[in-house]
């Protein structure tokens, strides 16, 4: 039996580690960590004040500097990713002349001409309250992924449009307000709450000494997190751009596979417009380890063995397909 894999690879949990604001801060001390452990980054960037010193409607965090393109542009040859976090770090209703469209669309298309890579994911400013007010508008944009500000870890019915978040901190979060599971704090994270599911959490700055400690974190606090991380998952979460894994669950979850003789399975997909990465893992049961190559369109696919199974993986489903969207998989 040929099944779809949750994650890629076969992993048993995805993650993805996102910086909310995008300060300049990121360079120094967060992405040096990020190489050290293979983790790529993320950054949601106020668009409307890129390359400048922030000054944003009752934001606690006004006067420390903002990445410009340039830094984001290079983030980018580091394998990370860049969302929108609005255009001004809106607050609904009370700020003044809050224009919904320019914070949640026009941001869009001004950030990808700036930063030269398609935006697909939104990450809502302040608090839940900003939620509804922007998500018609998070539609008609065509973001892909949108991260709300309340916490938990992602499961298989995770609605993309309203991805569970959680604040990675140096201090005590204010967990009780945005709902985000003390089970999830460095301490307490144990790999049965990842199990499955995908974390998606958010911090800010990255400094020693650091400032707002409910919402920021030291190099050291960042490096910790990473290691227990690793560790507890024996080094086989799936470490991935936000865009990675929603396009992977995407593709999962409108990916169907058929028996087409024997050994031959038709996977058929109604591929989703938008996605950037069009890879996909499989896994086949294989208890007398009879499996001696696979095909995926004309193609040889790596495998390796598990628990009985093999597990490979395509990495452009769609560089296989031959008129209508079925990619054939032989078994030999
Ligand atoms: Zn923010």
């Known amino acids: 039996m040929l099944s779809v894999c949750r994650f890629l690879n076969n992993a048993p949990c995805a993650y993805s580690m996102t910086y909310d604001e995008g300060f300049v801060d990121i360079l120094a001390n967060a992405l040096p960590i990020h ?40 983030l980018i040859t580091e394998g990370w990713s860049v969302g929108n976090h609005s255009w001004s770090h809106f607050v609904y209703p009370t700020q003044p002349g809050l224009d919904l469209y320019r914070e949640v669309v026009y941001s869009r298309y001004y950030l990808e001409d700036r930063i030269g890579v ?17 998500l018609p508008f998070i539609r008609q944009a065509g973001y892909l992924g949108c991260q709300q500000v309340y916490g938990g870890v992602n499961r298989d ?58 919402k920021n974190i030291t190099p050291e606090g960042l490096e910790r997190r990473f290691v227990k991380l690793l560790e507890i998952t024996d080094r086989r979460l799936w470490a991935a751009t936000p865009e990675d894994v929603i396009d992977y669950i995407l593709l999962r979850r ?42 995926a369109g004309d193609k040889s696919a790596d495998f390796r063995r598990e628990d009985g199974k093999v597990v490979f993986t395509v990495a452009d489903l769609a560089a296989g397909f031959v008129k209508q969207s079925t990619l054939r998989i032989k078994i030999i």
Not at 44 to 69: E, I, K, P, T, W
Not at 118 to 134: K, L, R, S
Not at 271 to 283: D, N
Request: neutral net charge; glycine residues 8%.
């Open 254 to 295: 409108r990916t169907a596979i058929k028996p087409a003789g024997a050994n031959e399975y038709d996977v058929t997909v109604d591929f989703p417009v938008g996605i950037q990465k069009r890879q996909m893992s499989f896994a086949l049961d294989d208890p007398k380890q009879a499996v001696k190559q696979i095909m």
């Open 118 to 134: 398609p935006v697909t994911f939104f990450a809502i400013p302040n608090n839940q309250c900003n939620y509804e007010p922007a």
């Open 157 to 214: 019915d995770v609605d993309l449009l309203k991805i569970l978040n959680f604040m990675v901190a140096e201090g005590p979060i204010k967990a009780k307000a945005y709902r985000w599971p003390l089970s999830l704090t460095t301490e307490n994270l144990k790999f049965e709450e990842l199990d499955g599911g995908w974390l998606c959490e958010t911090t800010h700055l990255v400094m020693p000494n650091v400032i707002q400690p409910h």
């Open 35 to 74: 190489k050290k452990y293979g983790i790529p980054g993320h950054a949601d960037v106020v668009v409307g004040q890129l390359g400048q010193r922030r000054n944003c409607y009752r934001s606690s965090m006004n006067g420390l500097f903002h990445m410009g393109a340039e830094h984001l542009r290079y």
